[in-house]
Antibody
Framework: EVQLLESGGDLIQPGGSLRLSCAAA????????MSWVRQAPGKGLEWVSS????????YYADSVKGRFTISRDNSRDTLYLQMNSLRAEDTALYYC????????????????WGQGTLVTVSS | EIVLTQSPATLSLSPGERATLSCRAS??????FAWYQQKPGQAPRLLIY???KRATGIPARFSGSGSGTDFTLTISSLEPEDFAVYYC?????????FGGGTKVEIK
């Protein structure tokens, strides 16, 4: 069974930094692209960033480019999101999601999701 | 960026009725298109990929159609557990984008 467990969410002041983690289990981690998708309270889904299986390709939404960095440690089966220069509009539940095996690309439709970790940016 | 516009925003139906949800893309996405279901307090669930293929374990009452810029999700006969929010998503181009969602509520 695929398991994705996010952690690291917190209440943080504007301008601050935070690192999210997502521990994966139940599948061969290096085989799958991974993504972060966020959802502001009461709002819809927003794709944030994706990374290829070996970590050599990364992609970002314009809203976070230059502030967030996605990475992965395949020896630990863990995905990360380093978040710098946080803004109030970054407040959201951050989901870790695995690309499905329905296609071979990093951006394939996520078919497994964690339960999310909440990031609140407020003074 | 490809913008996905879902309609209607809210659909009020009774169990057993047919639900038809629409999503329009601002440019051609071929069939690189998916639908997700999200219930309160839960993560999204992939229903349909490549516009019309059901994901593993998804009941046959869910079907997807369309290509290019216009897509439809049909739920043939609503079950109580189908009342939820539905999102469309494209993977034709980066950035990946989602629609704003359609809430299917009990009438």
């Amino acid at each position: 069974e695929v398991q994705l467990l996010e952690s690291g969410g917190d209440l943080i002041q504007p301008g601050g930094s935070l690192r999210l983690s997502c521990a994966a289990a139940g599948f061969t981690f290096t085989t799958f692209g991974m993504s972060w998708v966020r959802q502001a309270p009461g709002k819809g889904l927003e794709w944030v960033s994706s990374i290829s299986g070996f970590g050599d390709d990364t992609y970002y939404a314009d809203s976070v480019k230059g502030r967030f960095t996605i990475s992965r440690d395949n020896s630990r089966d863990t995905l990360y999101l380093q978040m710098n220069s946080l803004r109030a509009e970054d407040t959201a539940l951050y989901y870790c999601a695995r690309a499905s095996s329905y296609c071979s690309t990093t951006g394939c439709y996520p078919d497994s999701w964690g339960q999310g970790t909440l990031v609140t940016v407020s003074s | 960026e490809i913008v996905l516009t879902q309609s209607p925003a809210t659909l009020s139906l009774s169990p057993g009725e047919r639900a038809t949800l629409s999503c329009r893309a601002s440019q051609n996405v071929d069939r690189y298109f998916a639908w997700y279901q999200q219930k309160p307090g839960q993560a999204p669930r992939l229903l349909i990929y490549d516009a019309s293929k059901r994901a593993t374990g998804i009941p046959a009452r869910f079907s997807g159609s369309g290509s290019g810029t216009d897509f439809t999700l049909t739920i043939s006969s609503l079950e109580p557990e189908d009342f939820a929010v539905y999102y469309c998503q494209q993977r034709k181009n980066w950035p990946l984008t989602f629609g704003g969602g359609t809430k299917v509520e009990i009438k």
